[in-house]
Each structure stands twice: as C-alpha cells, then as structure tokens.
C-alpha cells in the first residue's frame, strides 16, 4: 500500500476530515501538499482533494524558463513549480479550467498542463482546425501554416495568409475551456480562435478539431448539465450539445446589445443566477481613445474589416501604438519580454466592471450594484463566481482581473500586464499583491491548484 495522509503528517488527517464534515474548505499549504502528493499515491490522491482558494499563476525571468510561480491568495506568498517541457515562458496561456493550464507553443500546438502534479496532455494538432492547413518542405516536414479568413458566414479575404510556426498562435488563439478535470479521462476542450472569435472543440482522445459554425464574435464559455454554453459579443447566449451524434445548438439568451465595447463574461451564482459581465478598459494614450467613448481602435478594426471583404493583399494586420497595421514580414513572435524604455507603447487598463443578472422571465439584463457574498475571477481563466463565506481569505463585493485582452496582450506582449481586484462599492482597484508582480509574459492566470494525478488518460 502507499502511504497516507496520516502518515505524511501525523494528526493532519482527522483535522482535515473534521472540518470537511463541518462544511468548511480547509487550505492546504503549497509545501505541504507539494510533500503529500510526493509520498501519496493516485487513490489518496483523489481522496485528499479539496477547494483551494485560486492562485495566480505567472512566470519570472529570475526564476528560469520552466518554473511557473504560484501567488496564494490565502497566504499571501509565492510559490515556485517547475512545470514541463516546453518551458512555460516560450508558451502562450489561453486558458485556465478545473486546475489545468491552456498553453500553445512555439511552433502553436496546443497542451493542457497540471502545474500542480506536472501532468501534461498534448492536444490535437493545430492543422486539423478548420481555418488552418500545413505547409511542408521538401522533406515533407512542417515548417509553416496556411491561415484562411473565413467564418460559417463568408469569407473575410479569398487569399490565405502564411504564417510561421511560432507566430500562427498569435494571430489564432483567443481563449480555451474544459467541460472537466482532465484527471477523470473524458472531457471536452472548447476554443474561441479566429478569425473572428469562432468555436471548435475536441473530445478526449480525439485526433482533431470540430468546427461548430456559423455563428461568430464569441467572447466566454461555460459547461453546465452536459451542454456547452457560449456568450457573443452582442450578450446572445447559444447552448450547444456536443456529446450528440450530430451537434446541435440554440439560443436561449437573446440580444442584449447592438455593438462591441467590452469584453463580456458570463457565471452562475453559487445560488444559481446567471450573470452577465461587461468589462471596460482605457488606455495611457491620447491615440488610442478609451473603448467607451472610442473608438480608434474601433475604427481601425472596421478599416481593417473592409480591406479584408474587398480582398485587399493587406491581410497581414499587427497590433502596434497606433491600432492594427499591415504587418510587416518583420513581424515574428518577439521573445525579447522586456519594455523598450525608447519606444512609446500602448497600455490598456480595467477602468469599470457592470454585471447584470440575466432575468429568464422578463428576458432582459437586471443591472446589480453588488455582488453580496460573492466574488468574481476574470480572465483567461474560466469564469469563476464563488462565495466569500466558503472562502475566507477572499474580498465580499470585489472582483479579481487579469489581462485577456487578445488584441493589447499579443500585440504589446513586453508591456506590464492589466491585473487588480476591484470593490464594486466604489469602483476603487488595488493591486493583487503589493508591490506588485512584474510579470509580462505568458499573460498571469487564476488557477485553483487540482492535486488530482491523472488516473486515465494518457500523457506525455
């Protein structure tokens, strides 16, 4: 037999089934379950799994290239996990759900890691997204990508674009969901990817990605009773079952706005409401105008929009001080992390945070001053909504934010990145952590530590 939690740390059992029973959520220390789950093995592991606070998770150049730091809000101290190859700092993080990491890396194939227990599971191939094929050298070996720009509504441009490897991702890749803890062995991954914020998904075990048109411009993702939940721009809600034979989808949330601004959440309620979350954001410059008076940036994108339905050869964009530009062939994935102190840059901060309840009955949004209880985690992460009396350590009323504003964060991937927590009394935002984290790249993201090792499906 392996050992046991009694054994590892005598009288830790019975005081974490004593509170367990209680209804309280008891913290484990990240040494001391880092020293569990060393000597345990896979059924005491699933037994000694409880709720975690989230953590932030981020990288540091001083720390090495393939240790992810781990922020506990409950402790207030950082912990450092050395995560598989590769390193965690040549990755994007496009997602984070159930304990696992969405990462994408350098040559943009995409992997969910456990930073917790270091499993690591390595996804379908990116050629096998629709928008997406391979191009391969005499050798027949990859060494580039087709992009094509259309969507289940038409074409954006006739002619793809060429990408290399390791900058397709910066251009693809939006934001990517579980449905459940990869650990169990069956689970769906959902991605909103470009062009223009689309969904595909894939199966555990599958070999590729599904494309789910037509509908587009999808800005947040939840599973809930076996179905796949998708929240547009314009607040639309489409349900979606994936485990059909043939899947099938319908709207169960009718347009709620008329025009794009903020980037929008959505998350039940530990009693159950549905909300809808409208995040606002400005920025340090006089050219790029504040989303909610803009629109610069909003311009720009529907200049860049024309171009492309006239079949302009300008289908190369990039993200620079000045809104999306042709890009360049200079335009590589830049590794070079840190700010150039001669060069302007755009910064994009959270200036405001709504949300509403979704009322069924009426069928329109109810505007909430307060979230009670309750608080809400944005980002890359999947949306959470949690409640304050199960999580002590955690501000009533407040919300905590990372960056994921796709367009701010791959285009100015060396710029300090957009994370607070804010007091939706008075829309007042302080700093996660004082002094605050520098850390640039990959973009921080909530993770709520999963101690699960996988019991069934494969991995690297």
């Known amino acids: 037999m392996g050992c046991t939690i009694s054994k590892v740390l005598p009288g830790f059992a019975e005081k974490?089934?004593?509170?367990?029973?209680?209804?309280?959520?008891?913290?484990?220390?990240?040494?001391?379950?880092?020293?569990?789950?060393?000597?345990?093995?896979?059924?005491?592991?699933?037994?000694?799994?409880?709720?975690?606070?989230?953590?932030?998770?981020?990288?540091?150049?001083?720390?090495?290239?393939?240790?992810?730091?781990?922020?506990?809000?409950?402790?207030?101290?950082?912990?450092?996990?050395?995560?598989?190859?590769?390193?965690?700092?040549s990755r994007y993080i496009i997602g984070s759900s159930y304990g696992w990491i969405i990462t994408a890396d350098e040559r943009s194939e995409l992997h969910l890691v456990n930073p917790i227990t270091g499993d690591q599971i390595n996804l379908p191939t990116v050629t096998t997204i629709e928008q997406v094929k391979p191009i391969c050298d005499d050798a027949g070996v990859v060494h580039a990508y087709e992009y094509s720009w259309y969507t289940g509504g038409g074409h954006y441009c006739p002619s793809p674009s060429t990408y290399s490897l390791g900058l397709l991702r910066k251009y693809l890749f939006w934001k990517a969901f579980l449905s459940s803890d990869p650990s169990t062995g069956d689970y769906f991954v959902v991605l909103i990817h470009n062009p223009q914020a689309q969904l595909s998904f894939a199966r555990a075990g599958s070999d590729k990605w599904t494309w789910l048109p037509p509908h587009a411009d999808y800005m947040d993702c939840l599973f809930e009773d076996g179905l796949l939940y998708a929240l547009n721009s314009l607040g639309e809600v489409h349900a979606f079952d994936l485990s059909a034979p043939t899947v099938t989808q319908k709207s169960v949330v009718g347009e709620a706005k008329t025009y794009i601004r903020e980037n929008m959440y959505f998350a039940r309620t530990p009693c159950g409401d549905l909300l809808q979350i409208w995040r606002s954001l400005t920025t340090n410059t006089d050219d790029c105008v504040d989303q909610m008076d803009g629109d610069v940036l909003q311009f720009d994108l529907d200049e860049y929009e024309d171009d492309l339905e006239?079949?302009?050869?300008?289908?190369?964009?990039?993200?620079?001080?000045?809104?999306?530009?042709?890009?360049?062939?200079?335009?590589?994935?830049?590794?070079?992390?840190?700010?150039?102190?001669?060069?302007?840059?755009?910064?994009?901060?959270?200036?405001?945070?709504?949300?509403?309840?979704?009322?069924?009955?009426?069928?329109?949004?109810?505007?909430?001053?307060?979230?009670?209880?309750?608080?809400?985690?944005?980002?890359?992460?999947?949306?959470?909504?949690?409640?304050?009396?199960?999580?002590?350590?955690?501000?009533?009323?407040?919300?905590?934010?990372?960056?994921?504003?796709?367009?701010?964060?791959?285009?100015?991937?060396?710029?300090?990145?957009?994370?607070?927590?804010?007091?939706?009394?008075?829309?007042?935002?302080?700093?996660?952590?004082?002094?605050?984290?520098?850390?640039?790249?990959?973009?921080?993201?909530?993770?709520?530590?999963?101690?699960?090792?996988?019991?069934?499906?494969?991995?690297?």
Not at 357 to 377: E, P, Q, R, T, Y
């Open 310 to 460: 006239q079949g302009s050869e300008h289908v190369k964009w990039s993200a620079g001080g000045d809104g999306l530009k042709p890009k360049s062939d200079e335009d590589e994935d830049d590794d070079n992390l840190e700010p150039d102190p001669n060069t302007d840059s755009l910064e994009s901060y959270t200036n405001m945070i709504e949300v509403f309840k979704v009322d069924f009955c009426a069928k329109m949004l109810v505007d909430i001053s307060s979230l009670g209880n309750s608080v809400l985690f944005l980002g890359h992460n999947q949306t959470l909504c949690l409640n304050a009396d199960a999580y002590p350590q955690l501000k009533p009323n407040h919300i905590y934010f990372t960056d994921d504003d796709s367009l701010y964060l791959f285009g100015w991937k060396k710029n300090h990145r957009d994370t607070g927590v804010l007091n939706l009394e008075n829309d007042s935002v302080e700093p996660i952590v004082s002094p605050e984290l520098w850390s640039n790249w990959p973009v921080p993201v909530w993770v709520i530590p999963n101690p699960r090792k996988m019991i069934s499906a494969s991995h690297d």
């Open 16 to 89: 974490f089934q004593k509170e367990a029973m209680e209804g309280n959520s008891p913290e484990l220390p990240q040494d001391v379950l880092m020293e569990i789950f060393a000597l345990l093995e896979v059924p005491d592991l699933v037994r000694a799994g409880s709720a975690q606070t989230p953590c932030l998770l981020y990288t540091s150049e001083s720390a090495g290239e393939n240790v992810a730091c781990l922020y506990s809000l409950a402790e207030k101290r950082a912990y450092k996990l050395t995560m598989p190859d590769p390193p965690i700092r």
